[in-house]
């Protein structure tokens, strides 16, 4: 049966209006959100995560993105890392992404604050979330909402033949002075297509499989003090700013590992000035 022009029309109409009755809409409640529990049930069963999370986890983004396929996040620990008390998993999630789960992002009390800023792709209108696990296994999430879409379809920048011939470039620095025992910023950046397998090439018309970084163990004088587990929700060319505590002289270490199993290295020499160690005024 052939359907004239006009049906045609009206059934696409009909269709996009059923499918934005149901989109993600920046009033509606977070906490129920259909992906959202689903997701949380397989990750957390019956754990309670308290979403009254701000005096352990902030997240930050913008409420409209630039660009949907490069959106940058800020997630803020807001207490130091130490033995007795931190943060030693943090979980991002994106709602409407094709996959939701981004990844986690594990800390140590080496790492001095478990806060973490990258790029991700956003997808669809969507509640953006981070799970905060301490080492005494209570959850404690932080949301926003972020307006953006086809991040995940976006073409890349490159065509992917020269993408993959120049990934796995790393430039791994500590930013600013360094003072041992104090925390210290330090920024990973690695070259890498990242690809979601979802963009189409616009020569060949083909999509490209998906090839991102899966994995980023960061280590000082031999510690772990960063690790992520991640997809291809952070975007191409993976940029990474987080923390490690330099308490003598010492080696910052990055080793990163893609889905086609290669794996990218990159150090640099850390030699901090003589310090104390600061702590927070609750003795944490």
Known sequence: ?????????????????????YATQPDDDPNKNA???????GAFKDRPVD??????IKLQAPARAADAAVVPIAITAQF??????????????IDENPEPYAGSFDFTPDSGLASIETRVRVEDYTFMRVIAETNDGHLYSAVRFVKASGGCSAPAGK???????TAGQVRL?????????RPQLAQLMVRHPNRTGMAM???????????????VAVTYADKPVMTANVNFSISENPNFRFYFVPRANGELKAHVEDTKN???EGAVAVSPQPGVQQTSSNGL
Do not use: C
């Open 159 to 165: 065509d992917d033949a020269t993408a993959e011939v």
């Open 1 to 21: 049966m052939i359907i004239g022009k006009r049906d045609a029309l009206i059934a696409v109409i009909a269709t996009l209006a059923f499918n934005g009755a």
């Open 80 to 93: 130091p890392q130490t033995p007795a008390h931190y943060i030693k998993r943090v979980y991002l999630f």
């Open 201 to 215: 090439n616009q020569v060949t018309r083909n999509y490209a499989s998906a090839y991102f970084i899966r994995k």
């Open 51 to 56: 979403t009254h999370g701000d005096a352990v």
């Open 35 to 41: 992906r959202w529990l689903d997701f949380k049930e």
């Open 173 to 181: 620095q500590a930013e600013g002075p360094s003072v041992a025992g």
């Open 262 to 264: 290669k794996q990218f």
